[in-house]
């Protein structure tokens, strides 16, 4: 993994994560075997539809923005890709949060990963298949702003001070846009 230097935070960025599979293959395996659902969240006082599809894998629930996730079991595909982040990250995960943005619409607003059930310095193993898309960090004291392009297969390691101190998400784009689908591995404490 390269590291990204980025101040209050730990960030690094490998442009491949070693896959005994295709890339395309793990996408199009990705969208047909998962769960996917479509949540709703508390926004500042308010109940949106999520602009995306997700789902929630691992050990233990999960809880954000009024939103509770009952956990379903690693599956095969899920596992290997598991093992293969956590090769390359030295650290362990037993959860994950997958997202399915389906073209240019969806999107993530912008957020820290920064729950109690994460721990004081969560670190998180963010893995992407499909079309590029872009990664906005966002200092919460500076303002200072980084884009990062999401590549199919790569990994963006997130550590250390990182969530405290930094906001991201990814816009929604008018321009013609494929299929991507977004791991966050993370270890629920």
């Known amino acids: 993994m390269t590291p990204i230097p980025i101040r209050d935070g730990e960030l690094a960025f490998l442009s491949q994560l070693p896959l005994p599979w295709p890339n395309a293959v793990v996408l199009a395996r990705l969208i047909a075997e998962t769960a996917w659902r479509e949540e709703s969240v508390i926004v500042y006082g308010k109940r949106h539809l999520q602009p995306r599809l997700s ?6 629930a999960y809880r954000y923005s009024g939103l509770s996730l009952a956990p379903l079991p690693f599956t095969p595909l899920l596992d290997t890709l598991r093992q293969a982040a956590e090769a390359v990250t030295g650290r362990e995960y037993n959860s994950v949060l ?3 943005y389906r073209d240019g619409r969806d999107s993530m607003g912008m957020h820290s990963d920064d729950e109690a059930e994460l721990g004081a310095e969560p670190a998180i193993a963010s893995l992407s298949f499909g079309a ?4 906005v960090l966002r200092h919460k004291i500076t303002k200072e ?6 590549t199919d ?7 250390g001070a990182m969530q405290a ?3 991201h998400g990814i816009n929604k784009t008018a ?3 494929g299929p991507r689908v977004n791991l966050t ?3 629920i404490v």
């Open 98 to 100: 997958l997202n399915y």
């Open 145 to 150: 702003t980084l884009r990062l392009p999401l």
């Open 132 to 135: 590029t898309r872009p990664f």
């Open 185 to 187: 591995f993370r270890n």
């Open 153 to 159: 297969g790569s990994l963006l390691f997130m550590a």
């Open 55 to 60: 789902a929630w894998h691992g050990d233990k």
């Open 175 to 177: 321009r013609p846009v």
């Open 165 to 167: 101190n930094w906001m």
